[in-house]
């Protein structure tokens, strides 16, 4: 199993940028495949992006218009969502979240495809 602990977040500026960050616990976080989502109130839980286990294989969701870059550390145990061009419908709590698979692959965009998961952190995007 692993802990993950969301951080970064806080409130910006339209058309800022942020950078949230995921730190994992354990020995095997390059066995989990790693994702981003985010909830909005009154929402239901959205795909942002996911990672692969070495980082080299990459997905977003469509309505991220290449603005987010998700990327990780596999020495640091760390995952991270870099926001550009934020607007505030990217307002939301943002969560980290784990799924153990084979070497190279992407889970389904769904919050369903993953085991795990950190406590969120808050974006607020306002201008």
């Known amino acids: 199993q692993v802990q993950l602990v969301e951080s970064g977040g806080g409130w910006v500026q339209t058309g800022g940028s942020l950078r949230v960050s995921c730190a994992a616990s354990?020995?095997?976080?390059?066995?989990?495949?790693m994702g981003w989502f985010r909830q909005a109130p009154g929402k239901e839980r959205e795909f942002v992006a996911a990672v692969s286990r070495s980082g080299r294989r990459t997905s977003y969701a469509d309505s991220m218009k290449g603005r987010f870059t998700i990327s990780r550390d596999n020495a640091k145990n760390t995952v991270y969502l870099q926001m550009n061009s934020l607007n505030p419908e990217d307002t939301a709590i943002y969560y980290c979240?784990?799924?153990?698979?084979?070497?190279?692959?992407?889970?389904?965009?769904?919050?369903?495809?993953?085991?795990?998961w950190g406590q969120g952190t808050q974006v607020t995007v306002s201008s």
């Open positions: 354990g020995r095997t976080f390059s066995s989990y495949a």
């Open positions: 979240a784990a799924r153990p698979v084979v070497a190279g692959a992407l889970p389904p965009p769904s919050p369903r495809e993953y085991d795990y």
